[in-house]
């Protein structure tokens, strides 16, 4: 059974860092794509970043510019450093796993895995 685990949240004050990582275990093969989700009280969850099997990642729009994630393929692990944070990026943070991409044999069947979450706040 494929397990998401995140770990880095907590509180930080505004402006300061943090570096969220998630490690799978249970999966015999290198996830597509591995990427990070918010879900702020009372808001739909969303994107933050993702990063492809090719190295290619997107942005969300509040993640842009201060916000970089990485991967080690290896390994199915997903980093994401967070710098200048602000109080809007409070929220629970999940990792995300999912798959397979078009260019992967058809042999392989969709999966979509999650993480546990883990809370980041940011206040003063």
């Known amino acids: 059974q494929v397990q998401l685990v995140e770990a880095g949240g907590g509180l930080v004050r505004p402006g300061g860092s943090l570096r969220l990582s998630c490690a799978a275990s249970g999966s015999s093969f290198t996830f597509y794509n591995m990427g990070w989700y918010r879900q702020a009280p009372g808001d739909q969850r969303e994107l933050v970043a993702d990063i492809r099997v090719d190295s290619r990642s997107d942005y969300g729009h509040s993640a842009k510019g201060r916000f970089t994630i990485s991967r080690d393929r290896s390994k199915n692990t997903v980093s994401l450093q967070m710098n200048d944070l602000k109080s809007e990026d409070t929220g629970v943070y999940y990792c995300?796993?999912?798959?397979?991409?078009?260019?992967?044999?058809?042999?392989?069947?969709?999966?979509?895995?999650w993480g546990q979450g883990t809370q980041v706040t940011v206040s003063s």
């Open positions: 995300n796993a999912w798959g397979p991409g078009e260019s992967e044999p058809a042999t392989i069947l969709p999966y979509n895995y």
